[in-house]
């Protein structure tokens, strides 16, 4: 089955929206309750993590975020998320994690990289 890409701004949206109908629920359902809290606890931080610091830089931190901010799933959700991000964990490759190394503003960190 392809994987369809999904736009940026489309998850964003979709993740507003989700927000805002929680918020106008009176007795919102358990997986409503759980999504918002994954969006919340997952991510939120790691869009804004993103926005504040976009530097290539950056990335493996960020995915490193991601990852650690979703380990409070269940293991059933968590194995979905997962998936997810090894299918998108470019960050994750050795020459993508020295890319931090040699940005480094500490000499001999940069000499190490």
């Not at 993740?15 to 106008?24: E, G, K, N, T």
């Not at 990335?59 to 959700?77: C, D, F, M, T």
């Not at 994690?97 to 001999?108: A, R, T």
Request: glycine share 4%; net charge positive; charged share 20%.
């Amino acid at each position: 089955m392809p994987r369809h890409r999904i736009p940026p701004g489309t998850r964003l949206t979709t993740a507003i929206r989700v927000l805002r109908y929680y918020m106008a629920e009176s007795k919102p359902s358990a997986k409503l309750c759980q999504l918002t809290e994954f969006i919340m606890r997952a991510y939120a931080p790691t869009w804004f993590g993103i926005k504040s610091a976009p530097s290539i830089a950056e990335g493996a931190k960020h995915l490193w975020g991601v990852i650690e901010n979703s380990r409070y799933l269940p293991e059933q959700l968590r194995k979905i998320v997962d998936e997810v991000i090894r299918h998108n964990a470019s960050f994750a490759h050795p020459e993508n994690l020295l890319v931090p190394v040699v940005c480094d503003f500490n000499p001999e960190t940069r000499a190490l990289g």
